[in-house]
Structures are given as structure tokens and as C-alpha cells.
Nanobody, 121 residues
Framework: VQLQASGGGLVQAGGSLKLSCAASGRTFRSYVMGWFRQAPGKEREFVAA????????IYADSVKGRFTISRDNAKNTAYLRMNSLKPEDTAVYFC???????????????WGQGTLVTVSS
């Protein structure tokens, strides 16, 4: 599966953005989807993940209550709604596809190219 992340941009602290991850092919619904982020000079970190049906989600503590992961299997697209953004949310955000819901990057087999989110204070 090929993944294309989009929706990043510049936003003020307290604002919102919605990222999209469009997948190619007809097997999207067979994959668990995850979002990760990498800030300058830091390691890639887990943000959120969702199971195949969309009925089970997990989040990093740092985004819990502010971010919402979702998916539309009919549109082959996963989403990350980000509210109450903080400057520390600034990073390149990556979507990924895998076979198990997990908070570790090694659990995901396919990765998109990333989209930059910049939150100004």
C-alpha cells in the first residue's frame, strides 16, 4: 500500500488542523493505521493508532484529549484531527500502515512521506 499524508501547515497555538492520509489500492481496510511525528533533532514518536474497523484507538499521553484519529474505509483515508495545538506539537507527521495496533514504529510496514505541522506561540 502507498500512503500520502497531507493537511499540514502553520497554525497558531490553540488552533486546529486535520491531517489526511490517503492510501492507494483496495486493501486499505485490512491495515491498522497509525500516526507518528518527528520534531527537529528528536526521534520519531507515536501519536495515535486505529484498528481496521475504526472501533478501537490508542493515543500518546501527550495528545490524549486533544487529537482524534479516525478512518473512512470507503475513501481509503485515515485522519488525524488536532485541536488545542501547542508549539511542542510542531513536527513532521507521518502516517503508517501495519497489522497490529501498536505504539512502536517497528510494528508498521508502510509509511507516507510526512506533512509538516508548525504551531506558533
Amino acid at each position: 500500500v502507498q500512503l500520502q499524508a497531507s493537511g499540514g501547515g502553520l497554525v497558531q497555538a490553540g488552533g486546529s488542523l486535520k491531517l489526511s492520509c490517503a492510501a492507494s489500492g483496495r486493501t486499505f481496510r485490512s491495515y491498522v493505521m497509525g500516526w507518528f511525528r518527528q520534531a527537529p533533532g528528536k526521534e520519531r514518536e507515536f501519536v495515535a493508532a486505529i484498528n481496521r474497523s475504526g472501533g478501537y484507538t490508542i493515543y500518546a499521553d501527550s495528545v490524549k484529549g486533544r487529537f482524534t484519529i479516525s478512518r473512512d474505509n470507503a475513501k481509503n483515508t485515515a485522519y488525524l484531527r488536532m485541536n488545542s495545538l501547542k508549539p511542542e506539537d510542531t513536527a513532521v507527521y507521518f502516517c503508517a500502515a501495519g497489522s497490529v495496533v501498536a505504539d512502536t514504529a517497528r510494528a508498521y510496514d508502510y509509511w507516507g512521506q510526512g506533512t509538516l505541522v508548525t504551531v506558533s506561540s
